[in-house]
C-alpha cells in the first residue's frame, strides 16, 4: 500500500484544488440551485488557484513512487491546459445561460477533465496516463451531449463515447504488451530498454503501434479522424473547444515521452516512415476537405486534423529541437482555436443548426471586434505572419529541416498555403460580402467577447514576440531530453 | 536620432495607424488629415535618409539591431544600401499621394481604409530595409492582408476573385521561400556552428551551397525556391496572371501601391537574395531569366495592346515594363543593373501616375472603356497635357524618365546579349504603339460621347496629386545622376560578388 508523502500531495496540488472545486459545485448546485448565475465564476476561481498553485509550489520531480513527473515540462502543460479551460469556461458562462442549460454539472465535468489532462499529461507510467485518459474522456461523452434537447448533441456524445471506448481499448491493448514484452509500466524502463535493444522487437512494435493509434484517436490523425467533423459540429461549442485543444495537448505530450523515450528518431525507420505517413496524410485530407465544408465548426475540425498533421512533424523530430516545437505548436494552436471557437460561439444562433459560413457574411461590420478577433485567429490558423501561428509553424519546420526532413517542411508550408483557401472564405465573407437578407440574430456577449479579444491579441503579441514561449517551451522540454 | 531612425520609420505607419483607431469611424474627415499629416510627416523624415546617406560607402547605412529571438540568432536587423534607399523613398513619396488621391472617394469604411494603407505602409518599407531574413519574411509576407483587404473590400465587381487570388499567387511563392531560408540558417549552422538568419552572416556562407550535382543540387533548389517567391510578385511572365485581375478590381489608390511598391518587392528580392547570396545559381539561371523577361516585355506589349479597358492596359504594360527591370538584371553589367534600379523607381512613378490618372476619369464617369471615350481634349485640355507628359515618360521619351532606365538597361546589355536587346526594343516600339494608340482614341477625334461633354478638367487637389509624380518624371529624364549617384556603389559592390 502506497502510503503518499506530503511531498505528493503538494506535487498535486492543482489537481487536487480543481477536484474540490468541482466537488463542491455539485454540492451547491444540489442545495441552492439558485446561485447557478455565479458558478463559472467558482469554476474560473477554482482553475485560477490551481494555476496559482501550480507556480508557487516548488515542483519536486518524481513523486508518487515514480509514477508522475511534477517538473518544468509538466507545469508548462498544466499552465496551458489550464489557460485554455479558463478561455472554455469564460465562453461557457454565456452561452449556457442563452441555451438555458446551465447547471453546476457542467463546469464539475469540465474541471475533472482537466484534472484527467494533467494526470496524462504529467505522468511517465503508462498506468495513471491510462487512468488520466479516461477520467478525461469519460466527462467530455457527457459533455457533448450536454444539449439535451438538440439532436446533434446527442448524436456527438453517442460518437465520441464509442470512438472513445475503441480507442482506450487500444490503449490498453497496447499497454499490455508493452508490458509483456519489457516486464514494466514504467516509460524511463521501458524507453531505455527499447533505445538499447537499437530496434523494435515484434511486441514492442505492436504495442507501441496500439498505443499510438490509441492516441491518434483523441489527437483525430488521419485514419482516426473520422469522428471529428460529426462531434465538433453538434457539441456545445465551449466543450468544442476544449475537446480541440485540452485532450489533444495531453496525448501529444505523452506521444512525445514515448518517441523521445524510446529514441524512436533514430532506432526505428519504420517509425519515422508511419509517422511521417500519417502527419502528412492528415495535413492534406485535412486541408482539402475543409475547402468543401460549409460550416464553420465543421471546417475547424477538419482544420484541426491538419494541424496535428503539423505537430506530428515535431514529435517525428523530437529531442530539444521538436520538443520545444511540440510546445510552442500547443500553445499557439490553443490561443488560435479558443479565439477562433469563442467567436464562433458568439456568432451563432441556434446550436441545433448548423453554424454556416454564409450565416456570417456582413458580420465585419456589424460586430467588429468579434469579427476581428476572428480574422485574426484564422490568419495566425494560415500560417501568416505577424501571429503565432505563424511562428509556431516556424518553430516546427525549423526544426524539421534541421534534423533534415526538408520534405516534410516543404509538404507542411505547401499544405498551409492550401489551408489559406478556406480560411479566406470565412474572412470575405465577414468583410467583402454585404449582411444577409435575413439577418440573424446573434446575442452579443461582453464576456465571449473579451475572450476572443484575448485569445486574439494573445495570437498578435505572442506572434511579435515569441521568446518568452520559447524560452519556456525550451527549459521545460531540458528535463525531458536532459 | 539617426541610430533608430530606420527602425522607427518604418514602425511610424502603424504607429499613427494605432492613433487612428480610437477615433470614431464617422469622423471620415479627421481620419483623413490624420493620415496626411502623418504620411506627410513620414516623408518629410525620410528625406533624412537621403541627405543623411553617403554614396560612396557601398556598405549599409542606417544600420540599427536590436535583440528579438535569441535562441535562434533571430534580431531585428536593419540597414539601407543605394538600392534600397531609393526604393524606401519611392514608398515613402506615395504615401501621400495616394492619401490625397482618396480624399474625395466617397466609400464606405473609410477608418478602415486607412488603417489598412498604414499597415502595408509599414510592411513594404520592412522589406526594403530587413537585414535579417526572418524579418524580411514577415514584412513581406504582412504586406499579403492589407493588400488582400484593400481588393476585396473596396475594390469592383469581381473583388473577391481578385483577391483571393492575390493572396494565393503571392502566398504560393512565399511558403517555399520560408523553407528556403530555414535551409539556409540551418547551412550556416553547418559551416560556423552559429545560429542565424541573419543577412549579412548569409553572404558569408551561402554562396558556398553546391550547384553541381544537377538539378537537385541544393543551390539550385534554394536559388529556385527564392526564385519563385519574387518571379510570381514582379510578375515575370508566365506568372503574371494575378496582376490583371488584381489591378482591374483594386481601388485606384491600391492599384498605386501594388503597381508602385509592391512589384518592385520581386525585382529587389531577386537582386538582395538570389543575386548576391546565390551567385553561382545566378549564372546558371541567367538565361531563363532573360528569355522569360524577353517574353515578358513582348508578351505584356501585345495583349495589353488589345485591351478595351484602360486599367487592363496599364496593367499589361506593367507586365512588360517590369520585363525590362528583370532583363538589366539578368545582364548583369553595372550600367543594365543601374538602369533596372531607375527603371523600377521609373515605373513606379510613370504607373502610379496613370493609375491615379486613370482613376480621376473614373470617379467623373465610372467607366474605363476606351471606347466610351474619345475627344477628351476638348473638355479636359490640362488633364489630356498630363497624361500625355506621363505617357511619354512610360513609352520612353528623351527627356522624360523612361528614356533614361531603358537607354542604360539596353546599352548595358549589348555587350553580352544583343538578341535580348533587339527583342526588347521591339517591345519598346511595341508600348509606344499601345499607349499612343490608347492616348488617340481617349483624347484626339471628335467627342462623340454625349456623356463626356461636361466633363470637369483636372481640379486643385488632383493636380496636387501627381505634382510630385511630373516633377520626378521630369527631372529623372534631364538630370538622372542625383539618382544614379546614391546606388552605384552599392550596385558595383553587388555586382563584385
Known amino acids: 500500500m502506497l502510503t503518499p508523502t506530503h511531498a505528493d500531495l503538494v506535487a498535486i496540488a492543482p489537481e487536487i484544488i480543481l477536484t474540490i472545486t468541482a466537488g463542491l459545485l455539485l454540492i451547491v448546485e444540489a442545495f441552492l440551485p439558485g446561485l447557478r448565475r455565479h458558478f463559472s465564476g467558482l469554476a474560473m476561481v477554482g482553475v485560477l488557484a490551481a494555476i496559482w498553485a501550480r507556480l508557487h509550489f516548488e515542483l519536486p520531480g518524481a513523486v508518487w513512487a515514480g509514477m508522475m513527473q511534477i517538473d518544468e515540462l509538466a507545469a508548462f502543460v498544466d499552465i496551458y491546459i489550464l489557460v485554455a479551460v479558463i478561455f472554455t469556461i469564460a465562453m461557457a458562462g454565456p452561452f449556457l445561460r442563452r441555451t438555458e442549460t446551465e447547471v453546476g454539472e457542467f463546469y464539475a465535468l469540465i474541471l475533472l477533465a482537466t484534472v484527467g489532462a494533467m494526470v496524462m499529461a504529467s505522468s511517465v507510467n503508462l498506468l495513471p496516463i491510462f487512468l488520466g485518459l479516461e477520467l478525461l474522456s469519460i466527462p467530455l461523452y457527457v459533455l457533448n451531449a450536454f444539449l439535451r434537447r438538440s439532436q446533434v448533441s446527442v448524436e456527438a456524445g453517442l460518437k465520441y463515447f464509442v470512438v472513445g471506448a475503441v480507442a482506450s481499448a487500444f490503449l490498453v491493448y497496447g499497454i499490455a504488451l508493452l508490458y509483456g514484452a519489457t516486464a514494466s509500466t514504467d516509460l524511463a524502463v521501458i524507453g531505455s530498454q527499447v533505445a538499447s535493444s537499437g530496434q523494435l522487437n515484434p511486441l514492442v512494435a505492436i504495442g507501441l503501434a ?29 466543450v468544442t473547444a476544449f475537446l480541440a485543444v485540452v485532450p489533444k495537448g495531453a496525448a501529444l505530450i505523452v506521444l512525445l515521452r514515448l518517441a523521445d523515450g524510446m529514441d524512436l528518431l533514430h532506432i526505428s525507420p519504420q517509425w519515422v516512415a508511419a509517422a511521417a505517413g500519417i502527419a502528412v496524410a492528415s495535413q492534406t485530407l485535412g486541408n482539402i476537405v475543409a475547402i468543401v465544408q460549409s460550416d464553420v465548426k465543421r471546417m475547424l475540425a477538419y482544420s484541426g486534423i491538419a494541424h496535428m498533421g503539423y505537430a506530428m512533424v515535431a514529435v517525428i523530430v523530437a529531442g530539444a529541437d521538436g520538443g520545444a516545437a511540440v510546445l510552442v505548436y500547443l500553445v499557439a494552436y490553443t490561443l488560435m482555436n479558443m479565439g477562433a471557437f469563442a467567436s464562433i460561439a458568439m456568432l451563432s444562433e441556434r446550436e441545433d443548426r448548423p453554424h454556416f459560413i454564409n450565416d456570417l457574411r456582413g458580420q465585419g461590420y456589424k460586430r467588429p471586434i468579434v469579427a476581428l478577433a476572428l480574422t485574426t485567429c484564422l490568419f495566425s490558423l494560415a500560417g501568416v505572419p505577424p501571429f503565432i501561428g505563424f511562428t509556431a509553424k516556424f518553430v516546427v519546420f525549423r526544426a524539421a529541416v534541421n534534423e533534415g526532413f526538408v520534405w516534410l517542411a516543404v509538404i507542411g508550408v505547401v499544405n498551409s498555403l492550401v489551408s489559406a483557401f478556406y480560411y479566406l472564405r470565412v474572412v470575405y465573407a465577414m468583410y467583402m460580402q454585404p449582411l444577409p437578407r435575413r439577418e440573424p440574430k446573434f446575442q452579443f456577449s461582453f464576456q465571449i467577447a473579451t475572450a476572443a479579444a484575448v485569445a486574439a491579441l494573445g495570437v498578435l503579441i505572442l506572434g511579435i514576440y515569441p521568446t518568452p514561449i520559447l524560452e519556456a517551451a525550451q527549459t521545460a522540454i531540458l528535463v525531458l531530453v536532459r | 536620432m539617426d541610430q533608430h531612425l530606420l527602425f522607427l520609420l518604418t514602425l511610424s505607419p502603424t504607429i499613427f495607424a494605432i492613433l487612428l483607431l480610437p477615433i470614431p469611424k464617422h469622423w471620415k474627415r479627421v481620419h483623413r488629415v490624420v493620415t496626411l499629416i502623418g504620411s506627410t510627416v513620414i516623408f518629410a523624415v525620410s528625406t533624412r535618409l537621403w541627405t543623411g546617406f553617403n554614396p560612396d560607402n557601398p556598405a549599409f547605412q542606417f544600420v540599427d539591431q536590436h535583440q528579438w529571438i535569441p535562441q535562434f540568432g533571430i534580431s531585428i536587423h536593419v540597414g539601407l544600401d ?39 505602409a509599414t510592411g513594404m518599407m520592412g522589406t526594403f530595409v530587413s537585414l535579417d531574413l526572418f524579418l524580411f519574411y514577415i514584412f513581406w509576407e504582412i504586406t499579403l492582408i492589407p493588400m488582400y483587404f484593400i481588393i476585396g473590400v473596396w475594390g469592383g465587381p469581381r473583388r473577391i476573385y481578385a483577391a483571393v487570388k492575390f493572396f494565393i499567387f503571392t502566398m504560393v511563392g512565399s511558403v517555399l521561400m520560408l523553407v528556403a531560408i530555414l535551409y539556409l540558417g540551418w547551412f550556416h549552422h553547418q559551416q560556423t556552428g552559429v545560429w542565424s538568419y541573419d543577412y549579412l552572416d548569409f553572404l558569408q556562407t551561402a554562396p558556398l551551397l553546391s550547384v553541381s550535382g544537377g538539378w537537385l543540387a541544393p543551390g539550385l533548389l534554394v536559388f529556385a525556391a527564392f526564385a519563385l517567391a519574387f518571379a510570381i510578385k514582379v510578375p515575370i511572365f508566365p506568372f503574371h496572371t494575378w496582376l490583371p485581375d488584381a489591378h482591374v478590381e483594386a481601388p485606384t489608390t491600391g492599384s498605386v501601391l501594388l503597381a508602385g511598391v509592391l512589384l518592385k518587392m520581386g525585382a529587389y528580392g531577386f537582386m538582395r537574395f538570389n543575386r548576391a547570396l546565390l551567385p553561382d545559381a545566378w549564372d546558371i539561371f541567367v538565361p531563363l531569366i532573360l528569355a522569360l523577361a524577353v517574353i515578358g516585355i513582348i508578351y505584356g506589349a501585345l495583349v495589353a495592346m488589345v485591351q478595351p479597358d484602360v486599367k487592363k492596359l496599364v496593367a499589361y504594360s506593367s507586365v512588360s515594363h517590369m520585363g525590362f527591370v528583370m532583363l538589366g538584371l539578368a545582364a548583369g553589367t553595372q550600367a543594365s543593373t543601374q538602369g533596372a534600379v531607375l527603371q523600377m523607381v521609373n515605373h513606379g512613378l510613370t504607373t502610379g501616375a496613370l493609375f491615379l490618372l486613370v ?85 484626339w477625334g471628335p467627342l ?38 546614391p546606388m552605384e556603389a552599392a550596385v558595383r559592390l553587388l555586382l563584385a560578388r
Open chain 2, 359 to 443: 482613376g480621376m476619369i473614373y470617379e467623373r464617369t465610372y467607366t474605363r472603356l476606351i471606347a466610351d471615350f474619345g475627344g477628351l481634349a476638348t473638355v479636359m485640355p490640362v488633364y489630356t497635357g498630363i497624361f500625355l507628359v506621363v505617357t511619354l515618360g512610360s513609352i520612353g521619351l528623351p527627356g522624360l524618365n523612361g528614356f533614361v532606365g531603358e537607354f542604360l538597361i539596353l546599352a548595358g546589355a549589348w555587350q553580352n546579349y544583343p538578341l535580348a536587346v533587339v527583342l526588347a526594343g521591339l517591345g519598346i516600339i511595341l508600348g509606344a504603339v499601345y499607349m499612343l494608340w490608347m492616348v488617340q482614341r481617349i483624347f
Open chain 1, 210 to 238: 496500439m498505443i499510438v493509434g490509441g492516441l491518434a484517436f483523441k489527437l483525430a490523425l488521419v485514419p482516426c479522424h473520422a469522428w471529428a467533423p460529426d462531434v465538433y459540429q453538434g457539441g456545445p461549442t465551449p
Open chain 2, 82 to 120: 543605394g538600392i534600397s534607399l531609393l526604393l524606401v523613398l519611392l514608398t515613402t513619396l506615395l504615401l501621400p499621394v495616394v492619401v490625397l488621391a482618396a480624399w474625395s472617394l466617397n466609400i464606405e469604411h473609410i477608418k478602415s481604409l486607412h488603417i489598412t494603407f498604414l499597415l502595408l
Open chain 2, 448 to 485: 462623340d460621347n454625349p456623356k463626356n461633354e461636361g466633363l470637369s478638367d483636372i481640379r486643385f487637389r488632383e493636380l496636387m496629386v501627381v505634382a510630385p509624380l511630373l516633377v520626378l518624371i521630369v527631372w529623372i529624364g534631364i538630370y538622372p545622376t542625383t539618382f544614379l549617384n
